[in-house]
């Protein structure tokens, strides 16, 4: 989501919300609307006992908030953006939107008459770690050279 935010040029992120779990079962499953884990980037901790349907399950002593894979690969992701605005500060963009239409298609469905083609050929992102890999070192690489 951020490669494609900062792509669109969008001035931020909002996450609507990161403690969405179901108080009887906090550590899941959450299917809420359908989508597993929609809304829940954090865990309870702290299970006493006490707080039925409110901590980590039983047995399990963990001190919380407890941090979701979504929560790491949100900031693994606003980290990618900061790299972005970096390139785009320094001359770069261009430069930085060629590395991400690598992997970045669009945000939303293209439904209208006119539609252009998906950058990277799929109308899905690609998901491709040695790609985003290969765009972060292209960027990095980039940037380093106009230090000098």
Known sequence: MM???WYEGASG???????NWDDANPWGPNTGFDKT??????YPG???GTN???GSPAGIAMAGPVASIRLKMTRSGLQDWALFLLADRNNLR???KQQLAAVY???GACEYQGCVAPLNGSWFWKTDYDLM???RRNIVTALLAGAH
């Not at 992120?13 to 403690?19: E, Q, R, T």
């Open 37 to 42: 884990g929609d809304g829940v980037i954090i």
């Open 13 to 19: 992120f909002l996450y609507w919300a990161v403690d």
């Open 94 to 96: 261009d430069m930085a």
């Open 133 to 135: 890999t290969t765009a």
């Open 46 to 48: 702290d299970h006493s």
């Open 105 to 107: 298609s669009q945000l």
């Open 52 to 54: 039925t349907g409110k």
């Open 3 to 5: 490669w494609g935010s």
